[in-house]
């Protein structure tokens, strides 16, 4: 009987290569019929790189990721406020590396259906719920066959839940969970080509009143950005929040079209991308408890957060290879699963906690930079130490 991870998106496929590492064997259900290279840039932090170094993927990685050597936080004129080296220039052991996030979900399904076997992953099929009361030895899973309209019930050994923000495993363990916590802030997200600029691997933070933008070149002659403007204060989020809603440049121009860095153009930036997206800065409140018995969550589905620390995706990572390692020294599932709970809970709700924290600052001086950014590596336990300090998370 196989551990069944519900959703192939960053984490669920990160947990498959960890468990087969750990000799644990494993399948993936995707909802997504076809996993097409969906989403814009993100980033993968020094301690997750390492994680996937680990697993024998840095070599492809490195062919498709940009080594971040800086962020430089400046104004709208590109007067440099504050520059903070990053990955490899700040002194950790490994890169932190700028990726589309749909060519990381590819790289990673492409390695768990060569290492796995190529039924490893199923696409088209939903989890929709789950029996974890009856059976000693297993979880009773209930899939939707989204090309037949089926549902089919299959026994898993045990059932992660890494199916992202909207996770229907953990509607199932948490039904009176509150709603998705909107920021406040409206994000406007493409990929445009574009000529890199100042190192060529430099992440730009630019702020001007309720107005940010990020961006930062993720290969391939493409540059990424996410424009931020701030409309409310933070509240429950009453609209929906779609990963792939179209956004219009009508509606985030006007705040940044007299934008004048002199080594990016922002105005042409925007209308250059053939695609731009809209989303809602959105997270939730910390769960008091994962998951029980067989069944647990996983990155997005556990703790989604703010993007503003860069570490949604490694700590989906992270998440990974702590189960896998779980498993491979407990005597039994539901004991890997709560040991992996207890390491990841509160860890992963101090960085949800430092994400909003990092987003109310609003820092403006280098003094202020310098202090928010320390503390946030201080706060998520990502400090260079720490990092390079930690035992490999690897169960061999
Ligand atoms: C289409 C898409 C685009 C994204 N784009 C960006 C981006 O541009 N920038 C950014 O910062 N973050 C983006 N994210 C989120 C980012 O990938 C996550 O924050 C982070 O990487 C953690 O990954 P995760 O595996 O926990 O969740 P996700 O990457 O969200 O993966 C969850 C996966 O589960 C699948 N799924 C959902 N419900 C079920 C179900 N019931 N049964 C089976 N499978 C299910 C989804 O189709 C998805 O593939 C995107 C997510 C998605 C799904």
């Known amino acids: 009987m196989r551990v069944l991870i519900a959703g192939g998106g960053i984490g669920g496929p990160a947990t498959a290569l960890s468990l087969h590492a750990a000799g644990v064997e494993t399948a993936v259900v995707e909802s997504a019929r076809e996993v097409r290279p969906l989403g814009v840039g993100i980033n993968l932090l020094p301690h997750a790189v390492r994680e996937l170094i680990e697993l024998g993927l840095g070599d492809e990685l490195a062919a498709i990721g940009v080594a971040t050597a800086e962020n430089v936080y400046c104004d709208r004129f590109g007067t440099r406020l504050f520059t903070e080296p990053r990955g490899l220039a700040q002194g950790y052991r ?101 000529e890199p600029f100042l190192t060529g691997r430099s992440m730009v933070i630019v702020r001007d009143g309720d107005a940010e933008l990020v961006a930062y070149p993720i290969g391939g002659g493409r540059v990424n950005w996410v424009c931020q403007v701030r409309m409310s204060e933070p509240g429950p989020l009453t609209g929906e929040a779609v990963w792939n809603r179209a956004g219009r440049l009508a509606d985030v121009l006007p705040y940044f ?103 109310r600052a609003g820092a403006r001086t280098p003094e202020e930079l310098a202090r928010v950014t320390d503390t946030y590596r201080d706060t998520t336990g990502g400090d260079v130490r720490n990092v390079n300090a930690r035992p490999s998370l690897s169960c061999r």
């Open 94 to 194: 490994w890169p932190q590396y700028s990726v589309h996030r749909g060519e990381l979900q590819r790289l990673l399904l492409a390695a768990v259906r060569e290492r796995l076997g190529a039924d490893a992953v199923r696409t088209g099929a939903r989890v929709v719920g789950f029996d974890d009361s009856g059976q000693r030895d297993s979880v009773r899973v209930r899939v939707l066959d989204r090309a037949t309209g089926t549902v089919g019930e299959t026994a898993a050994r045990a059932l992660i839940g890494a199916d992202g923000l909207h996770s229907a495993v953990r509607a199932a363990l948490h039904p009176r969970d509150g709603t998705l916590l909107w920021s406040g802030i409206r994000m406007w997200r493409g990929t445009t080509r574009a």
């Open 257 to 359: 079209e007299d934008w004048r860095l002199g080594w990016l153009d922002v105005p042409g930036l925007l209308t250059g991308c053939d695609e731009i997206l809209e989303y809602p800065m959105v997270d939730r409140e910390p769960l008091p408890w994962w998951g029980s018995g067989r069944v647990t969550l996983l990155g997005d589905a556990a703790h989604p957060m703010y993007p503003v620390g860069a570490n949604g995706a490694s700590q989906a990572v992270v998440d990974a290879r702590v189960l896998a390692r779980e498993f491979a020294r407990a005597d039994d599932v539901p004991t890997a699963l709560s040991r992996y709970e207890t390491e990841r809970r509160a860890a992963t709700a101090a960085v949800v906690r430092a994400n909003r924290a990092m987003n």
